[in-house]
């Protein structure tokens, strides 16, 4: 995990390694009940607050501490080890970056805020540092390190605050400094300045406008979506009485006062957003939520000239209300109080960082749930939440990350924890900190590079239905999963079968599970003639685990792509056009249109897919705007575009196009080695071998090791989605050559008619009459009858997920040796040698099956079903040795190899 973060020193970190984990403190006591109050009788104002940091801060520079050279240089690339950085204590973040304030120009050498800046065409990034004496800019490079290209000198005096925000290309600067006023720069002026001689820009000849009508301000806030600055805390005698004083800057070069909120008197912070929560009646709207010295105060903004204050909402231990942020559902608000711990008043009277819980669902009357406390003491100042994650900047106690996502299950704070830190002030390590302003005040967590602190991953899935059977929907599910528990922000854009939806919002309502809530859209399709369209429901919700989701009604979609005489062709036969000329037919003209806006409104740091259509919508060459990590996902053999299984799959083109996209991507993963070898030995493609995330097989909400089943007294002898590919012709003439056993199919998104017609002729069989659902974490309904699996199949299998799923939990299976088999075999009894496959067709473009050998199937059943001693002896053996593989399994390796890879942005 890589961040900014500023005080009197700069550093910019990237995670590794992982500490133990900090204890945890019960927070249980301080419910709702205890957080209600009508009044905050130990608050503190601003003008105490100011004398008290203004006194330490004498105090420090008699003591030296700002003194040149006070400082050593620290080496950039210092990793967390043992929980420490040098001196820095730890945990999943590594020192990237350093510099301090006098190599940043500053003769006063002492810091305050920071903000950052990514300049949108060429995707360098920059760190603003707010300085007493002005801000500095350093560019930020990909391995983390930083450059000083130059500053910004103060308007007037220097002053202990200063604040910085950004909109488009312009920074907005205030400080407390006597008639300072907002600073507008152009940020452009940066990209080009000698790093070996660094200029001091100009007050009178830089600037791109000056507003002066007022003077100091404590902090500036601003709303890119409503191009809206709002300088906070300005001076009570002038007309915004301290309130928000807005600002439009539409046109930076001519900001025009946008009138006040001041009903609620003095605002230390704020945050101004248009309104995506739950209340209908405000969806939409400008809102503002102020963070007011006693009180959150909610006001709605949208006719500037006339706010209207909705709430004002204080709570017990009030003593100065700082600042917040909201969840990016803004169904919560987490609010920080700067002066609890230090004056030790309600839920922070051990002065441990105590961050406030505010359920804003309802916007006149929000509630105060809970809290969360950090393992240690220190002071909180700034916060804000990227992808389920609060990056806390709380003085002496640094960086803090604490994953937030499972508000929308418990909003009491208790499944609240810290995910890593870095410690930037180690004099207070050994008491377990201090309630003092020694510190970090800010941290910036929107780079979207290499240097970033959480990754937004959009995944394109191909797989037909929401719960669809595939073993590829089910692994891209559980990374997503995992990953999502980490802290990132995790989305998938798939296909629903009709009703999936909207059984999942009900099954949720019956079981007591989360509120989804549905937002639904249409995406319109023209026929390729332009002649007709046909509408496809588009449905955005939430799952359980937290993983977004944008649903496509599966039948209207491909319906819009098909023919009577061929349902797939015209997909196939589009998407190699589109791939060969750049230019998409009209169907997926407006398909790709649709994705390209949902991964822009996403900005994701990587977008994984597994299909020609996927890569070439979103590749470098026609997003050239979006800089994201570009990564193909392998899990089968007939998503890549050469071999002899080339093109099985709707969207899989096969051009020799499809190929250059793949070598253009920044990562290709690769489910088995069956699969990296098959890549490298007829494409010449070099990909990285990673299994399956071990979530994929763990089962419950703690990710457990199945129980061992112990089927010996079973009578079933199973095989899972009979298709012919998958060796259904073994399997059927297994059930014929041993009708003395009870046999036992489940169908999946092979068997077709013809299979069950067979199926139905044998009297030993029995078939369900569902479809399975692997992706339901522990099918009982599955697992429970199976004496033995068989896993007959016939194509270049990329893995074999069904194996291990039936390994953990002892049933022994009889697999062929076809493709990546042999490995989820781990080499274990019994695997059977087949006649393969080889990607030949027949007219219809169905695979050629070769006869097979039925002789060793028949030899090997008969001895697992008669001989208890052998079946008891291979249960066990498997399901031992299968656990143990799970269990070496690195559980991060899948989050680390996405976190090394490079995005790709404007090499076109």
């Given at each position: ?40 009788p ?14 330490l ?63 949108a ?23 983390g ?14 002053s ?36 070996k ?15 002066s ?53 003095y ?42 204050q ?80 609060s990056?806390?900047?709380?003085y ?7 994953n937030?996502?499972s ?18 002030h180690?004099?207070?390590d ?29 995944l ?34 798939c296909y ?76 196939t ?32 740091t ?19 705007d979006?800089?994201m ?40 993963w ?21 299994v ?24 079933y ?14 399997f ?35 078939w ?76 219809s ?20 079903m ?43």
């Amino acid at each position: 995990m890589k961040a900014n973060i500023a005080s009197v020193l700069l550093a910019t970190l990237a995670g590794s390694s992982l500490a133990q984990s900090p204890k945890k403190i019960s927070t249980a006591k301080y419910d709702e009940s205890y957080l209600r109050a009508s009044n905050a009788p130990h608050a503190i104002g601003m003008g105490e607050l100011r004398q008290r940091k203004l006194a330490l801060h004498k105090s420090a520079a008699a003591a030296g501490v700002f003194d040149k050279d006070r400082y050593k240089v620290l080496s950039s690339g210092t990793s967390c080890s043992d929980g420490k950085a040098g001196e820095y204590s730890c945990n999943k973040v590594d020192l990237k970056g350093f510099l301090r304030h006098q190599d940043l120009g500053s003769r006063t050498r002492v810091g305050n805020d920071v903000w950052g800046w990514t300049h949108a065409s060429s995707g360098r990034e920059f760190a603003l540092i707010g300085q007493s004496d002005g801000t500095a800019f350093a560019e930020v490079h990909k391995d983390g390190s930083l450059t000083y290209v130059g500053r910004l000198p103060t308007q007037t005096v220097a002053s202990t605050w200063r604040d910085i925000k950004v909109i488009g290309n312009f920074a907005y600067i205030g400080s407390e400094a006597a008639g300072h006023g907002l600073q507008i720069f152009d940020l452009t002026k940066i990209l080009n300045t000698d790093p070996k001689n660094p200029p001091t820009f100009s007050v009178s000849r830089d600037l791109a406008a000056h507003f002066s009508a007022f003077g100091n301000s404590h902090n500036i806030v601003a709303n890119e979506d409503t191009d809206l600055i709002a300088a906070v805390g300005t001076a009570y005698d002038l007309k915004c009485r301290a309130g928000l004083w807005m600002v439009d800057v539409s046109n930076p070069r001519r900001p025009q006062d946008a009138g006040c909120v001041s009903s609620d008197g003095y605002v230390h912070d704020a945050q101004c957003v248009i309104y995506r929560g739950p209340q209908a009646g405000y969806q939409g709207k400008e809102i503002c939520f102020n963070y007011n010295e006693d009180a959150l105060t909610i006001v709605d903004i949208s006719r500037r000239t006339m706010p209207r204050q909705l709430s004002r909402t204080t709570y017990n231990g009030a003593t100065y209300t700082h600042q917040g942020w909201l969840t990016e559902d803004h169904k919560y608000l987490l609010l920080d109080d700067e002066l609890d711990e230090q004056e030790k008043t309600g839920p922070a009277a051990d002065q441990h960082t105590t961050t406030y819980i505010v359920d804003i669902q309802d916007l006149q009357y929000p509630v105060f749930r809970g809290v969360y406390k950090s393992p240690v003491r220190s002071i909180d100042h700034n916060q804000y939440i990227v992808g389920g994650v609060s990056y806390q900047a709380n003085y002496g106690s640094g960086l803090r990350m604490v994953n937030v996502s499972s508000l929308a299950q418990d909003d009491s704070g208790a499944l609240l924890e810290e995910i890593g830190h870095f410690d930037v002030h180690p004099d207070d390590d050994e008491v377990g900190g201090e309630a003092t302003f020694f510190g970090a005040w800010s941290v910036y967590p929107y780079f979207q590079s290499g240097n970033i602190l959480t990754m937004r991953v959009f995944l394109i899935q191909t797989a037909r239905g929401l719960f669809s059977s595939s073993g590829g929907y089910k692994s891209n599910n559980a990374l997503l999963g995992y990953l999502r528990s980490r802290g990132h922000t995790v989305r998938q854009l798939c296909y629903s079968n009709k009703g999936e939806i909207e059984t999942y919002v009900q099954d949720m309502a019956r079981n007591g599970g989360h509120d989804v809530e549905v937002y639904t859209s249409i995406l319109t399709l023209r026929s390729e003639d332009g002649r007709s369209k046909v509408d496809v429901n588009v449905q955005e919700l939430v799952m359980e685990d937290g993983v977004e989701i944008v649903a496509l009604d599966d039948e209207a979609f491909h319906g819009a792509f098909s023919t009577s005489d061929n349902p797939e062709n015209q997909m196939t036969r589009m998407t190699a056009e589109y791939i060969e000329t750049k230019v998409p037919p009209l169907p997926l003209q407006d398909f790709v249109s649709f994705l390209q806006k949902q991964i822009r409104r996403f900005s994701p740091t990587h977008m994984m897919s597994n299909d020609g259509l996927s890569m070439q919508a979103t590749s470098a060459s026609e997003m050239r705007d979006v800089c994201m990590s570009r990564i193909a996902v392998v899990h089968t053999a007939e998503q890549l575009p050469f071999g002899p299984f080339a093109g099985g799959l709707p969207g899989h083109s096969s051009t020799p196009r499809e190929i250059e996209l793949l070598r253009d991507l920044d990562g290709i993963w690769s489910v088995s080695e069956a699969i990296k070898t098959y890549a490298f030995d007829h494409g010449h493609l070099q990909t990285s071998f990673l299994v399956h995330h071990p979530w994929t097989y763990l089962t419950g909400e703690k990710h457990e090791i199945p129980r061992h089943l112990r089927n010996w007294n079973k009578r079933y002898i199973c095989m899972i989605n009979p298709c012919a590919v998958k060796g259904s012709d073994i399997f059927l003439d297994l059930a014929k050559a041993c009708p003395q056993f009870e046999f036992l199919t489940y169908m999946s998104w092979g068997a077709d008619n013809k299979i069950r017609r067979r199926l139905g002729d044998l009297p030993n069989m029995t078939w369900a009459s569902r479809r399975v659902r692997p992706t339901a974490k522990d099918p009982k309904d599955l697992w429970r009858d199976i004496k033995v699996l068989v896993v007959p199949s016939l194509w270049y299998e990329a893995w074999g997920m069904v194996v291990v799923e039936a390994h953990l939990r002892g049933i022994p299976v009889i697999s062929s040796d076809a493709g990546a088999l042999p490995e989820a075999m781990l080499g274990l009894d019994y695997i059977i040698p087949v006649n393969p496959i080889d990607g030949k067709r027949d007219k219809s473009g169905a695979y050629l099956v070769p006869n097979q050998d039925i002789r060793p199937w028949v030899k090997a059943v008969n001895r697992l079903m008669e001989d208890e001693d052998e079946y008891r002896r291979v249960s066990d053996n498997v399901y031992h040795a299968t656990a143990k593989w799970l269990q070496c399994n690195n559980m991060e390796a899948l989050e680390e190899w996405l976190e090394r890879l490079e995005a790709t942005s404007h090499k076109f």
